[in-house]
Nanobody
Framework: QGQLMESGGGSVQAGGSLRLSCTTS????????MGWSRQAPGKEREEVARIDVGGTSVYADSVKGRFTISRDTANNTLYLQMDNLKPEDTALYYCAADRYVCGAWTNWGQGTQVTVSS
């Protein structure tokens, strides 16, 4: 399995922005479907965004229009730009990847915490 390492989490006030990064190998960032999921305390993990090898992205309704997923193969990094953050976005955010099936994630990072205060 490939190593995924998230960074960029932190605390921000509602309406603010954060950019999460997921650093991995060039092989993974170039050939795997990748995505971001999150898990809030007491809730199930939910996928918020994914991007396939062709660059097509899909977003959860709860973040559509506010979050943008992108991949940078030159820097071996997956990003999640989060704008207009809301308190309900508070969660542990995970980077994920899979070689064959988008959403059937077989590679996970350790997570980075995002806290949004009102």
């Amino acid at each position: 399995q490939g190593q995924l390492m998230e960074s960029g989490g932190g605390s921000v006030q509602a309406g603010g922005s954060l950019r999460l990064s997921c650093t991995t190998s060039r092989w993974i960032v170039s050939t795997y479907c990748m995505g971001w999921s999150r898990q809030a305390p007491g809730k199930e993990r939910e996928e918020v965004a994914r991007i396939d090898v062709g660059g097509t992205s899909v977003y959860a309704d709860s973040v559509k229009g506010r979050f943008t997923i992108s991949r940078d193969t030159a820097n071996n990094t997956l990003y999640l730009q989060m704008d207009n953050l809301k308190p309900e976005d508070t969660a542990l955010y995970y980077c994920a990847a899979d070689r064959y099936v988008c959403g059937a994630w077989t590679n996970w990072g350790q997570g980075t915490q995002v806290t949004v205060s009102s």
